[in-house]
């Protein structure tokens, strides 16, 4: 509206002012009506620039955090089964897909295991909590998350009330499970996990308790 009255009131102030000083003071005013309407498609601009780089650096941060955390929950879980292998993709890949029975055989869960599995579970809450706040994960991701911080939680509660081996192996088949479903459905998590894995696990102590 502003833009159609500041052409109509140039355009007339051109064509039908009685004289230089009218003429002046109408394009002036239809000048004004003309940047208005500009200011505010600035301003939306702007704004618009700053919320896209502001959720790039916030979907990153999260992407960073999460691939730490789930390089080191894999590292925990490795050492929990007793596995000394040298970290590779395909080691991994058949670890993951390894049954209770498998696992209850191979389990030793140490204080100092349990104590970085508190801390993992502790970020996770954390970074799920952002993400309520920000909406950057979608609800598969969500969902998936939630379920690995539940069955850590569960892990944790069965070593501190009953420890029993059999239900304990149970949780971490689950856990791993839910790894797998991560990086499946998260196809930049599994390519991060990847590059870290190559590079000899350098983010895997980032956030390890000592």
Known sequence: MSIAGGIILYTGAIDNA?????????INVS?????????????DYTNYRVSSQMKRTLVNSMSDKL????????????ESMGVRSKLNLDGLNKMLTWRADEISRRLKLTARIIDN????HNDLDTLLYRNGQTNILDSDQTQILFALA???SRLINENKFHKRRRVSAKYIENIMSHILDWLDIDSVAALNLAHHISDGQQGATSMQKK
């Open 67 to 78: 691939n730490t955390l789930i390089l080191n929950l894999i590292v925990a879980l490795r």
């Open 150 to 152: 539940r069955d850590i």
């Open 117 to 120: 599995l508190h801390t993992y």
């Open 31 to 43: 000048a004004s009506l003309l940047s208005i309407p500009l200011v505010f498609l600035l301003y």
């Open 18 to 26: 009685p004289n230089a000083n009218i003429r002046d003071l109408v």
